[in-house]
Each structure stands twice: as structure tokens, then as C-alpha cells.
Nanobody, 124 residues
Framework: VQLQASGGGLVQAGGSRRLSCAASRFTLDYYDIGWFRRAPGKGREGVSCISSSGGSTYYADSVKGRFTISRDNAKNTVYLQMNSLKPEDTAVYYC??????????????????WGQGTQVTVSS
């Protein structure tokens, strides 16, 4: 299972950025997909996730109301739309996949398949 996160870059505070998580050789819609981030000097944080069906989503309090996770199964891609970005959103963002289960997508320990991260830098 190989995942690739992309879409990072430098953005001014208040701006927007859309991250993409794509996969090759397997279909993402089978899996729960999570977005994580690691800020400088901090541990990894679960930011958002979407269930395999797309019917359930979760957002960390720090991004609720600003970030939106979505799936485009036709493109085999999961997106993280990030609006109203703040300097504290600066981090390397990763997407990951978890095998489907009758469990919440926000159970972060479930994620076994990881992609390379993409850097998001928000300037003040």
C-alpha cells in the first residue's frame, strides 16, 4: 500500500491550501483515511479522518471549522481543504490508511499504511 501526499507549500496566514492523498495499485475507498501532522518540536497529531464509506468524518478541535476532508473515488484521491490557515498549522502533513473496521476513524493507532509527508508553512 503506497500513499503519496502532495499540495504543500508556503502560504500566508489566512490563506488556503488543498492537500491531496493519492494511491497507486490499490483503491483508497476501501480504507479509512487519516491526515496527520508533525510540527517542529512536537509529536504527531491526528488532524482529520474519513471513513471508508465517506459517511463519517472527524476533525481535531484545532482545525474544526477550517479544514474539510473529502473523497473523490473516481480519482482515487482524498483531499484536505485547509482554509483560514494560521502559523500554528505549519507542519509536515501525512496521509495514512487503516483497514476498515467497525471502529472510529479517529482511533489513530489503527493506521498502518503511511505516505511521505508534504510540508505546509504558514507565514504570519
Amino acid at each position: 500500500v503506497q500513499l503519496q501526499a502532495s499540495g504543500g507549500g508556503l502560504v500566508q496566514a489566512g490563506g488556503s491550501r488543498r492537500l491531496s492523498c493519492a494511491a497507486s495499485r490499490f483503491t483508497l475507498d476501501y480504507y479509512d483515511i487519516g491526515w496527520f501532522r508533525r510540527a517542529p518540536g512536537k509529536g504527531r497529531e491526528g488532524v482529520s479522518c474519513i471513513s471508508s464509506s465517506g459517511g463519517s468524518t472527524y476533525y481535531a478541535d484545532s482545525v474544526k471549522g477550517r479544514f474539510t476532508i473529502s473523497r473523490d473515488n473516481a480519482k482515487n484521491t482524498v483531499y484536505l481543504q485547509m482554509n483560514s490557515l494560521k502559523p500554528e498549522d505549519t507542519a509536515v502533513y501525512y496521509c495514512a490508511a487503516a483497514d476498515p473496521a467497525a471502529r472510529l476513524c479517529s482511533e489513530w493507532g489503527r493506521y498502518d499504511y503511511w505516505g511521505q509527508g508534504t510540508q505546509v508553512t504558514v507565514s504570519s
